[in-house]
């Protein structure tokens, strides 16, 4: 459905991205996730053909999106990460200037609209003006701008930055109805959780290059250790060398802070009944076992050694 082939965008000596491919089938939900400064924007926008890549092309359905005109482009919407609403108008004044833009006026207009509003659940605010709209309203009303065209792929530009958690999970909703009804969507965010919730495959970026691209189990393969086991010792002080539990079958690494043991296991199922058989048989009492299972925040760190966050 989407190609990006060998993209390359520099300002001035700054190579914003160098060299960023990937493909998006029908249907499909991508994660496009990286630190600030990583690409994505500049990525997106030449996906949407609003900046033209110093290298490489966009194919939709096998054709290049070039031009102003191109009508390949009519299959594109795009949700950008700066809201572009006009305050000072109400709602539906401003989905009607979107409309516009894409050449559907009257009925056609007035249906599209009103299926956007009830997509996003402002339907009842449609007259208010913007201006009026916490963060979150005007992030659903910038996603229902880019709808009225009915575009196959939609492109969102960290469509949550700036919104309340109940706001939040109502994009999701929206999110996951366009997916049910077969959109593909390319996801940029630089929070995990989103791109766990919601993609099928991620893309990671940073430094303007494609540092991984796979299903979430895919990546997680690819960490040393996916599971840390928190045990907490009655007396931590007894286990003077805690990486003698290396020899345990299926641990990794192990690190004693205090009375709380962690142990990095490749499968938990596995591993775990062996270290608590181990630490019981060694005289080594505990009251408290929990587990954290590995997150994309663990995944970058581990490709690029720098956190997602605050890199
Ligand atoms: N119009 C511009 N002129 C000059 N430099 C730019 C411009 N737009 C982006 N850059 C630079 O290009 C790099 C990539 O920026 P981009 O906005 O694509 O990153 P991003 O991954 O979207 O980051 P964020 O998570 O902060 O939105 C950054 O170093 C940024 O400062
Ligand atoms: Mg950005």
Not at 45 to 52: D, F, R, V
Not at 252 to 258: D, F, P, T, V, Y
């Given at each position: 459905m989407l190609q990006a082939q060998g993209l390359k965008k520099a300002y001035g000596?700054?190579?914003?991205?160098?060299?960023?491919?990937?493909?998006?089938?029908?249907?499909?939900?991508?994660?496009?996730?990286?630190?600030?400064?990583?690409?994505k924007t500049t990525t997106v926008?030449?996906?949407?053909?609003?900046?033209?890549p110093d290298a490489g092309q966009v194919l939709i359905d096998g054709k290049p999106v070039t031009g102003d005109t191109n009508p390949v482009k009519r299959k594109i919407g795009l949700v950008p990460?700066?809201?572009a609403l006009y305050d000072e108008l109400p709602a539906l004044a401003n989905l009607e200037l979107f409309a516009a833009l894409y050449d559907i006026s009257g009925a056609k207009a007035s249906k599209a609209i009103d299926a956007a509003l009830e997509l996003v659940g402002l339907r009842d605010r449609a007259k208010d003006k913007v201006a009026t709209f916490s963060g979150g309203m005007k992030r659903r009303l910038n996603l229902a701008a880019a709808l009225l065209h009915d575009p196959s792929v939609l492109?969102?530009?960290?469509?949550?930055?700036?919104?309340?958690?109940?706001?939040?999970?109502?994009?999701f909703d929206n999110l996951e109805t366009l997916k049910s009804r077969g959109k593909t969507l390319v996801y940029t965010t630089h929070y995990m959780?989103?791109?766990?919730?919601?993609?099928?495959?991620?893309?990671?970026?940073?430094?303007?290059?494609?540092?991984a691209n796979d299903t979430l189990a895919g990546l997680y393969r690819r960490l040393p250790a996916t599971n840390k086991l928190l045990i907490d010792l009655v007396d931590g002080s007894k286990l003077s060398d805690p990486s003698a539990l290396k020899a345990v079958p299926g641990v990794?690494?192990?690190?004693?802070?205090?009375?709380?043991?962690?142990?990095?296991?490749?499968?938990l199922s596995d591993g775990a009944p062996g270290v608590l058989a181990w630490l019981a048989t060694g005289g080594h009492p505990f009251d408290h076992v929990s587990s954290e299972a590995p997150n994309l925040e663990t995944v970058f760190l581990t490709l690029t050694g720098r956190s997602l966050r605050d890199s």
């Open positions: 000596k700054l190579v914003a991205v160098d060299g960023i491919s990937f493909e998006v089938n029908k249907g499909e939900t991508i994660g496009l996730l990286g630190p600030n400064g990583a690409g926008s030449m996906i949407a053909g609003l900046l033209a990460q700066d809201l492109l969102l530009d960290e469509p949550t930055v700036g919104v309340d958690p109940q706001s939040r999970n109502a994009i959780e989103e791109a766990e919730r919601l993609c099928d495959r991620i893309v990671i970026v940073d430094h303007g290059r494609v540092v990794q690494s192990a690190e004693l802070i205090g009375n709380r043991l962690s142990v990095w296991l490749k499968d």
